[in-house]
Structures are given as C-alpha cells and as structure tokens.
C-alpha cells in the first residue's frame, strides 16, 4: 500500500480535548494509518492510502465530530499536479538521453556511411546488443507496459505500435548477433539492426517529451485563472483591522482593501472609492472608477483609493471561481468536429497492424531479395509511422487553448460546439435597449394635455410606476424624486402588462400607462397628443402615454444613451461580413432614430418580448446561421432560439444558462473578438485535422512501399520514427500558435 | 509459388483476421451500478461499460494504474467533464444523468473509450 502525508488546517478548535476527538475521527476513515492533530498550529498531519481516501473523507470525518477542515484549495491541487508533471518530465529526459547517447554509439558502429569511422569493437553486434538492451527494455519499457495492459482490455494504442515495430527489429538483430549462419542460409547478409530499435525509441520518447511539455501550455488560462486568486484578506471584525486566510472569509464581512491589493473576494463597496483594474476578469483594460454601492470583483487589482467592501460571494460563488469552472467545462466538452477523428481513432491502431501484417506478406511474396530483409524494414516502418496521437490531439488541444484565450479577454464559452457554431454565424442580433444602450433610461420630455401640468402628469403616472420593476418605469420615478411628485400612497388594482404597459387605481379613478398600442386596446384617444408623440419617436425617445379614467392626460418622453462602443463594435462586425440587425420592443420610428445612429439597416421594432425568439427564427429561415446578443434573463427565449446565445454580462453571475456565450465585460466589440476567436480557432482545428489525417494516409502507403516500383522509393523506419515523432508536435504547436493570435 | 510463400500469406491473412477479431470484435457486457464504482485505469477502463440509473447522482471513482500518458485525463463530454487522473490516486467524478442513452467516455486522445449508459 502506497502512503502519502498531508497536513491541513482545522478550524474550530479550541481545547486539548479537540485533538484526541479529531485524531479519532481522522483514524476511523479507512485507508488512513495515522493521525496527529497540533492545537497550538491549528494542523492535522495524516497518513493515508490515496487510493481510497479522498480529501472529501477527510473533510467530512472532521465535519462530522464539530470542526472544518481547510484542505488544499484548486490552487494546491493544481501546484501538486505541476510538481508532479514535471518530475515525470525529468524522469523522461533521463530516459530520452540515455536512448540517444547509445543509439548515437550503434549508429556510428553500423550505420552504412560513418561505419567507416568508428573503431573496430564499435561494429560489434554483440557490443551493440549490450548497449541496446537496456533502451529495449528500461528506457522503452513503458511501451511495453502500456501495450500488454491494452492487450488485457483487447485495445491497442500508439504504444502497441511502438512496442511492436521495436521489438521486430530488436528480435530480428537479437537472431543475426546470436544465429548469422540461419541467416546466410536464407540468402541475406547478417546484418544487425539495433540502430533501428533505440533510435526509434530515443526519438519517440524525444517526441512525447517535446508534446509534454507543449501540452501543458494547452492549459495554461486555467492555471493562470487560478493564480489571480488572492491568498489573504484584511477583515475588518470588532472594530479591528486583521489579515485571514481567504477561505475564512464569510459573507458579510467587511473587507479593507488597500492601493496596489488584491480584491480577495465578491462585494458590493461601502466606503471609500477607487479605480479598479479588472482586465484579468472582463479583459477590458482601462480601470474602473468604483464608489459606494458598486459591485467590485475579487482577484481584480486596486490602483489608487483604499476602500470598505462587504463580501457578497465567496469560494466558489465568486465570479474568479464561476470562470474557472465555466472554462473547465468548456475544454472538459467535444466539439462536433471531432467525431470524425473519434471514430477514425477508435479502429486506426488495429488497421495498421493488420496492414503492417499485409505489408509483410506482400514483400515476403511480390519483392525483391532479400525478401525477408525488405519485409521486416517495411513492416517495422508501417508499424512506426502510424500516428493516432496527432488526430486525436488535433481538435482538443485548439478547443482549450482557444477557450482559455477567450477567458482572458472576457469571453467565456460554454462549451465546445459553441465555440464551432460562432465561425458561421452570418448574422447577429442585438437586444436594444441594455445591450446596445446603456439600460439606464431617463426623462427627456413632459408634456401635458390642455388643463394638466406636467408635473401632474409625473404625479399621477408615479403612482403607477411605482410598484413596477421596469426600467422606464423607474425612469420616471427618477424624474417624479427630481420634481418631487411623488404620492404618499401606491396605485391599488395594480396590473403590468408586458411590452405594453402599467395599470391601476387610486382614489377610484383608473390610471393607465404605457405604449401607444396599449391606450388603444384600452380606448384611450391619442389624437390630441399626435404632433407631441411624432415628434418624440422621430427624435429617438421612447414615449409612455398617461390617462386618466380613460382621457389622455400627457405624454413622456424617455431616451436612453447608446454604450459608447456600439459604433466600434457594429462597424466591426460588419467588417467580418456579418449582418448587423437590431430588435426591440420600443415603437418603429424610436428604433429607427436608433437604427440610423448607429448604421444598422435592419431592425425588428415593437416585438413583444415572447417574441423575440420569432424575430429570430425570421432570420434562421433565410439560411443565415444567427448569433443573438442581450442580456440573457428578459431574452432568454430568443438566446436559446439562436444558433449562438450571447449573453453581456451583468454584476457578478457569469453562467448564464441560456446563453453558448457570455461577454463578461460591458464592451460591444468583444462580441466580434468572439466571432473572430472561433474562426481562428476552427481554422487552426481543420489545419490539425488535416495535417493529422494527411500526414497517416500519405505516409502510411509510402512506408508499405507504393512508391518503390515506381521511383525505388522505401522508408527507412528511423526516418519514420522522426517523421511519427514531428507530426503529433507540430499538431500542438500549431494550437499554441493560436496565442498568439489577435482577436481584439 | 514458393511453399514458404504460401505460408506466409497463410499466416498473414489468419493474423489479419485475428486481429479484426481481437480488438475489433469484443463484446462487452456493462456492470450495473447504484451509488458509485470504482474504474480501475490500466490499459483501458474496467469495467469499461457501466449501467448506471437516470435521475440520481452517480459516483465514479476512478483510480489510474497504468503510467501511459494516453490515459492521463479521462473525458466524459457529454457531462463536460475532463478531469486529469494521478498516477495511483483516486480520482471521484459525479454525474446525474437526466436522460437516458448511452455515452461515451474516453481517455484524452481519444484512443481508449468507455460508455455509461443511463437506464
């Protein structure tokens, strides 16, 4: 039984009694031989079988007795997991070396060109055998392993491949050292072919050493995700200041937060101002000016203020660790492009071992002499130029380097075949108002009917606004505050209908409020307001109309502002050929005053909510793959309808559940670095897929020997070696490169 | 034709057939599962098809004996799960399957593979 040791706080403890209780509920979980807790460091130190004891087990055998145990965060986790990595890297260059250094020594010994330069005892096959033993058997021996385990379960992998090729060379070279003369009597020359057995061995294991040590920056974004996470915090608890660990922070708490610190957790800020740099969260890279009552986001930096902060998420509900897990998920799913390469993967090994068979036979009985030479050379060159590795490395290494570049600039994908759809998307929607304008609508105009003021329009209409949660209601609850118009008393019978408008009663009289469509189904005459009401929608304001036991008493014009990136972010859009189009629920002539502004040509205007989705299943119909960008909770039908959801981001939740994407930052052009990221990352996917596949069908015949009756043509297996060993990194490389592309 | 000709390819074509049925003919049968199992990583999944019901969370325990670096993360895509898998430690993944069918999972290149199929 393997042991390992861990050591971890415990909170909660407060006497010596607590060690033994503690001691015996660590010692009670199976798999653990011993237990030792410390009262005065607050740490248990356990030895335990890691085969069947989890942090879990002993997270709850220390819950389960009254205490908490503080084991090793996704940090930890992910520290260990280095170490690990990187010594079983070590542990390959010693092998990759030792291969090397003597099979450079056989080659100089035998290879047909330098034999002549090597000393006399260096040609000795039986030399040669001594040195290439142990590269057969030590450094090429996870090969065998790995192959004689597949066995057991009847599959077959890369290192059947190898593990085969090998020993068909090493065997044959093991026979002409030992037994020359059965070789003479079969027409051939005894000649040894240890070279070919621990080159290949040296350079495979070179290869996996180099696709290793690729492979670990694939997933680069969630180790550096992890990283921005800050390790204390300074809580401010019974009128003093003091540094906790993070995971002692509990909701409520108030958090000082000093100029150049970390933010450690979620909150709302209670005191104090600052800027904020938050480009390690949203990738917007100005900071943010924050004061009282703004949301602040924990692992972003603080630049120049010192401020109070009360925590309002913390562990994983923070917004660092919902991105964390939202990436995790991503590269965790498949695209559907690879299904293809999945299924290629899933029979490669065994076809080309029965091709390997077949090429044997073909030379044994249709080559030229010495047959039997010709035959294993070739067979042994099939066996190691085939490279299932490279299909299936070619789609998931692009899909995580490519999700994790887009949790760097504030792009969270939720999942592989999402990040595949947005390459096609031909058309994008946006939600007017909260995605392209800012969702903060104010009063720009009131005008009252003959015998009404305006400021009696705002009274009698706040009086219905005010038991509503819409944004253009609390619009003129801003204004009716300002005018100071406000009733003592709320609207009874109160109804609001969606897109069209509030309803209610006060001192027996009804008020209605709302679109002009909703005064005409409840038989309001508009006609006295006509020129008023033209003229507001034509200058881009969005109009309630007011009435009073049926009369239009007044009419009020609310506008809100476009985000200041929406020229930027359509214009480039539409630079990628993508139609631009926008929906609303606001009248006609309002969307498009809109519209015009901000150079879109086609929009969608008075659209009931429920109806969205229509607006773009219009869209889907003419053949167009449709991207839908809002804000993911009042449009959440018309997301889902999308090919592809895009949901701006709001506060500090990140999953969204009905958008594919979530932009974290508030910035429009991200929605095109989207666009381009998934085009850039399916271009670089269909460049591995087609360097995998062409790589194995183009190189597999040549190494059968279609090309020798023609051209004379063979492979000789070391160069298959180098060329099998090249192909799976340069599928990797090829991913990496995608970090460096520019998306923004 | 020489007689060794005609014994190589004899031995050939029997290998050929062998080898479709070796590797491409195997019939597994799945191991029915209530609250967790354990999947012992070496050389492939055993067992490598499991039975588990839909609606309730399952507990797979999954325990990498085998150093190959094929078998260093396990992928379950259909549950977004990837999870890399220590050498000799244990490895718990929970699902809660809502509908039933059958999924695949497999190592991270895509050459050794499983199914869960939820009932």
């Given at each position: 039984m393997t042991s390992i040791k861990k050591t971890f706080a415990i909170k909660g403890m407060h006497c010596a009694s607590c060690v033994r209780i503690l001691e015996d509920a660590l010692k009670t979980v199976p798999g653990v031989s011993s237990a030792t807790v410390n009262l005065a460091t607050e740490k248990a130190t356990v030895d335990y079988d890691p085969a069947s004891v989890t942090d879990k087990h002993l997270s709850s055998a220390v819950s389960n007795v009254g205490y908490q145990a503080l084991i090793a965060d996704e940090m930890e986790h992910e520290d260990a997991e280095r170490t690990r990595k990187q010594k079983e890297l070590s542990q390959l260059r010693t092998r990759v070396v030792f291969s090397l250094v003597l099979g450079i020594l056989i080659v100089w010994g035998s290879?047909?060109?330098?034999?002549?330069?090597?000393?006399?005892?260096?040609?000795?096959f039986w030399l040669q055998l001594v040195l290439a033993l142990p590269v057969q058997f030590w450094a090429g021996w996870s090969f065998y392993r790995a192959a004689f385990s597949s066995l057991r379960h009847r599959t077959a992998n890369m290192d059947t491949l190898v593990a085969l090729g090998t020993t068909v060379a090493f065997g044959y070279s093991v026979v002409v050292t030992a037994l020359p003369q059965l070789v003479m009597r079969a027409g051939i020359e005894p000649m040894a072919y240890f070279d070919v057995s621990t080159i290949i061995i040296g350079l495979i294991l070179l290869g996996r050493y180099f696709e290793a040590r690729a492979k670990a920056g694939t997933s680069d974004a969630i180790r550096k995700l992890l990283g921005l996470q800050a390790k204390t915090a300074r809580v401010v608890r019974d009128g003093r200041e003091q540094d906790i660990a993070i995971d002692q922070v509990i909701i409520g708490d108030i958090l000082r937060v000093r100029p150049g610190e970390k933010i450690p957790v979620d909150g709302v800020v209670t005191e104090g101002s600052s800027a904020i740099d938050e480009s390690m969260v949203t990738g917007e890279s100005i900071p943010v000016d924050k004061g009282p009552d703004a949301l602040v986001i924990g692992s972003t930096i603080n630049k120049t203020g010192s401020f109070l902060f009360r925590a309002t998420k913390v562990g994983s509900e923070t917004m660092l660790a919902q991105i964390v897990k939202l990436v995790q998920e991503a590269q965790g799913s498949k695209a559907p492009i690879q299904r293809l390469a999945d299924l290629v993967s899933s029979y490669f090994v065994p076809v080309v071992i029965m091709l390997a068979l077949a090429t044997f036979a073909l030379w044994y009985v249709l080559g030229p002499q010495p047959v039997l030479l010709l035959a294993i050379l070739n067979t042994v060159a099939v066996l190691i130029i085939a490279c299932p590795c490279a299909m299936g490395l070619a789609t998931p290494t692009a899909i995580m380097v490519g999700t994790g570049i887009g949790a760097q600039h504030g792009i969270l994908i939720k999942d592989a075949a999402a990040l595949e759809t947005a390459h096609k998307v031909r058309a994008v929607v946006f939600d007017k108002t909260g995605t392209l304008t800012e969702g903060k609508p104010r009063v720009t105009a009131v005008i009252a009917t003959a015998g009404h003021t305006e400021d009696e329009v705002i009274r009698i209409d706040a009086i219905v606004e005010q038991s509503s949660s819409h944004p253009i209601s609390q619009a003129i609850m801003e204004e009716a505050h300002k005018r100071n118009a406000v009733a003592p008393t709320s609207a009874g019978k109160f109804e609001a209908i969606p897109g069209n408008g509030v309803r209610g009663e006060s001192d027996g009289k009804v008020i209605i409020s709302g679109t002009e469509r909703f005064m005409q189904v409840n038989g309001v005459d508009t006609a006295p307001l006509r020129a008023d009401i033209d003229g507001l929608l034509d200058s881009g304001n969005t109009i309630t109309i007011v009435a009073l036991d049926g009369i239009a008493i007044g009419v009020i014009g609310i506008a809100d502002t476009v985000k200041p990136s929406a020229h930027a972010g359509i214009a480039e859009l539409k630079k990628l050929g993508v139609e631009v189009a926008m929906i609303t629920g606001d009248h006609t002539r309002v969307a498009k005053a809109v519209a015009t502004q901000l150079g879109i040509e086609r929009f969608f205007a008075e659209v009931l909510p429920e109806d969205k989705a229509s607006a773009v299943a219009k869209l889907q119909q003419e053949g167009k793959t449709v991207a839908m960008i809002g804000d993911g909770i009042n449009d959440a039908p018309a997301l889902a309808q999308a090919d592809v959801g895009i949901a701006m981001g709001t506060g500090t939740d990140v999953a969204i559940e009905a958008a594919d994407i979530t932009l974290v930052n508030r910035d429009l052009r991200t929605v095109a670095s989207a666009i381009i990221l998934s085009r850039k990352t399916l271009r670089t996917i269909k460049l591995n897929l087609f360097w995998a596949f062409g790589y194995n069908i183009i190189l597999i015949p040549v190494a059968m020997g279609v090309l020798y009756p023609a051209w004379g043509i063979l492979l000789n297996p070391i160069f298959a070696s180098v060329a099998m060993a090249a192909s799976s990194i340069s599928v990797v490389l090829n991913s990496l490169l995608l970090r460096k592309a520019r998306i923004s | 034709m020489t007689t060794d000709q005609g014994i190589v390819i004899i031995i050939a074509v029997l290998g050929i057939a062998g080898v479709y049925q070796f590797f491409l003919g195997k019939r597994t049968k799945a191991v029915r599962v209530t609250g967790d199992i354990d999947i012992v990583v070496d050389g492939g999944y055993t067992p490598d098809t499991i039975e588990i019901p839909s609606g309730k969370t399952t507990t797979i325990h999954f325990f990498r004996k085998d150093p190959s670096s094929c078998l260093e993360e396990v992928i379950i895509s259909e549950f977004k799960i990837r999870r890399a898998l220590p050498l000799s430690e244990r490895v718990d993944v929970q699902i809660t399957p809502e509908m039933p069918g059958a999924f695949k999972f497999s190592c991270g290149m895509g050459m050794y593979h499983g199914t869960i199929i939820v009932r």
């Open positions: 290879f047909p060109g330098i034999v002549n330069t090597s000393p006399q005892f260096m040609r000795s | -």
